[in-house]
């Protein structure tokens, strides 16, 4: 799985920082054009990473690959609140339904949706499993800005 997952989450990324260098508004949240790609080498490791030049951020996202266990996409949203110690934002990436059938990406969501984790700086994206081409939809985005002291 390693080849294609990481095939697969640049795909995703790729979509996702040309949208919002392009200034698309549907998927945009709070960041500028200024976007680019960076790297993180260092544990935890997240899938793509992105700095805002003009915010002076990065964003880390990671992504999930099709035809995985629930237990999976939510060990995925785990990932991505850990990237929250090194990164302002983070982001999820995964497909629209797990291995079973289950609508994941709508469950965490609604989990992220819920009045505790209204200010957790992740993104929520999806993904058709069967199109993954036809690229990524928001279903959660980022609109506040935290603030750069309290990150390490």
């Known amino acids: ?65 099709p035809l995985q266990s629930k237990r999976e996409y939510l060990t995925g949203l785990g990932q991505a609140l850990s990237y929250l110690q090194k990164h302002l934002y983070s982001g999820l990436i995964v497909p629209t339904v797990a291995d079973d059938g289950f609508y994941i990406a709508d469950f965490i ?8 984790f209204k200010k957790v700086a992740i993104s929520l994206y999806s993904y058709n499993p069967l199109d993954i081409g036809s690229g990524v939809t928001l279903l959660r985005g980022i609109d506040e800005k935290r603030d750069a002291t309290k990150v390490k």
Request: aromatic share 8%; charged share 30%; net charge negative.
């Open 109 to 116: 969501a609604n989990t992220l949706n819920a009045d505790e």
């Open 1 to 65: 799985m390693g080849i294609l997952h990481d095939n697969l989450a640049t795909a995703c990324g790729d979509d996702i920082l040309r949208r919002i260098r392009t200034g698309d508004s549907s998927i945009s949240q709070i960041f500028s054009t200024k976007m680019v790609r960076s790297a993180d080498w260092d544990w935890p490791r997240p899938d793509y990473v992105c700095i805002d030049e003009e915010l002076k951020c990065s964003y880390a996202l990671e992504f999930k690959p």
